[in-house]
């Protein structure tokens, strides 16, 4: 077992809040990823989880049992650091048995037990051809998955891993993030694992958990997280290239809900709503370029955006084409087929539901919600500020 439950954690630093009032529960077996821009208070939140540093205030259980003060010797818990922090005089081989020897004080397992546990965990990250040599003679991937083996041979209740890949170069952190996943899924632990790359969350988390500020920002799954960010901030962090951000207005017109901004118009669905000024998101990828004038160019329902092409970006196997649309620079990935020369004249168009509404003011998801007894459309935050009455009857993105 190895479920973690995080109760309005927090951490000080004299002035400043480092970790606000966090609460999180990691399931046993999951592979949560801590993700953030650097300073959100990520690396200190899983600090807390290793007991190396104390919380300001909070609780914190393991498996039910409360641990908040319980030093780091007595959590269970196994720590993989960025700068691997392996002992430098000692062979990969006494590297990895050194947990299990220092454990072992009460001659509660042989020396025969250590060696057949080393050698287990050597061959299960490719590292068994290694064990007679010292850290000096190993490439930073090796390292790397001496340091993950030296976690790995404890069997603790959870793995907690800060930005371990950081210092590979690009090629190794591919491989070794694909050699992290398959260990996740083979061994079924709890993984806790902290980055500022999204890519590696995306690829391994099981359940990502993106901080602000010391906030939580959104907790839920790769495809929860990219397809129904919580906020604009979650909305402009998920995503490469970042997601399309306009500052709009929400209005009705006809009958129909409609976004307006210079040289932008979307016609959602039939419907009213107050009045209210916006932000409205587009992935890159879920816009369609074309050239003004053209018979695709003006969809009748979705988002209709008018510009000028500024540059357009070979990527190999797309082309990311920059636009300009009223003073603000929009992003569109698209095949290669054609090539947009700059000051083109052109459309972008999204389909209604490819569009992200947030609340301008609390930067917050907006959902759409109805009465029982009034059919009319009205937006408000999904952080539970409807009233219990109202039900779902559309939501952004479907």
């Not at 490719?126 to 998955?145: A, F, M, N, T, V």
């Not at 399309?244 to 209005?251: C, E, G, I, M, P």
């Amino acid at each position: 077992m190895g479920r973690l439950v995080l109760n309005q954690l927090s951490r000080s630093f004299k002035d400043v809040k480092a970790v606000d009032n966090i609460s999180l529960v990691v399931d046993d077996g999951d592979f949560l990823v801590l993700l953030g821009p650097s300073g959100c208070g990520k690396t200190t939140l899983l600090r807390m989880i290793a007991g190396l540093l104390d919380p300001t205030s909070g609780t914190l259980e393991l498996d039910g049992r409360d641990i908040t003060d319980q030093p780091s010797r007595r959590r269970d818990l196994a720590m993989v650091f960025q700068s691997y922090a392996l002992y430098p005089h000692l062979s990969v081989a006494k590297n990895l048995a050194f947990p299990l020897s220092v454990r072992n004080s009460g001659g509660k397992a042989s020396k025969a037990e250590i060696s057949r546990r080393v050698a287990e965990v050597a061959d299960m990250v490719d590292i068994g051809h290694l064990l007679e040599r010292k850290p000096k003679e190993l490439s930073g991937g090796q390292r790397q998955r001496v340091a993950v083996a030296r976690a790995l041979v404890r069997e603790p209740k959870a793995f907690l891993m800060d930005e371990p890949l950081s210092n590979l170069d690009a090629k190794l952190r591919t491989a070794t993030r694909q050699e992290l996943a398959a260990l996740h899924r083979r061994l079924g632990a709890t993984f806790v694992y902290v980055t500022h790359d999204q890519v590696e969350a995306m690829t391994m988390a099981t359940k990502i958990a993106l901080l602000n500020g010391g906030r939580l920002e959104q907790v839920g799954t790769p495809d929860e997280l990219y397809d129904k960010p919580a906020s604009v901030f979650a909305a402009g962090f998920m995503g490469s290239p970042a997601t399309n951000l306009l500052d709009a207005q929400l209005s009705t017109a006809n009958g129909k809900i409609t976004v307006m901004a210079p040289d932008v118009e979307a016609v959602l669905w039939e419907g009213e709503t107050p009045e209210r000024e916006i932000v409205l998101g587009i992935r890159p990828e879920h816009l369609t370029l074309n050239a003004a004038g053209s018979a695709a160019a003006a969809p009748s329902t979705g988002a209709a955006l008018r510009g000028t092409v500024e540059l357009a970006e070979n990527l190999g196997r797309e082309q990311l084409v920059h636009c300009r649309v009223g003073g603000r620079r929009i992003a569109v990935t698209c095949p290669r087929e054609h090539r947009w020369e700059e000051g083109v004249a052109v459309v972008l168009s999204a389909r209604a539901e490819h569009l992200h509404l947030f609340d301008r003011a609390s930067g917050r998801r907006l959902e759409w919600q109805s009465e029982p007894s009034n059919p009319s459309a009205v937006p408000t935050h999904d952080d539970g500020a409807a009233a219990s009455a109202r039900q779902p009857t559309q939501a952004l993105p479907a």
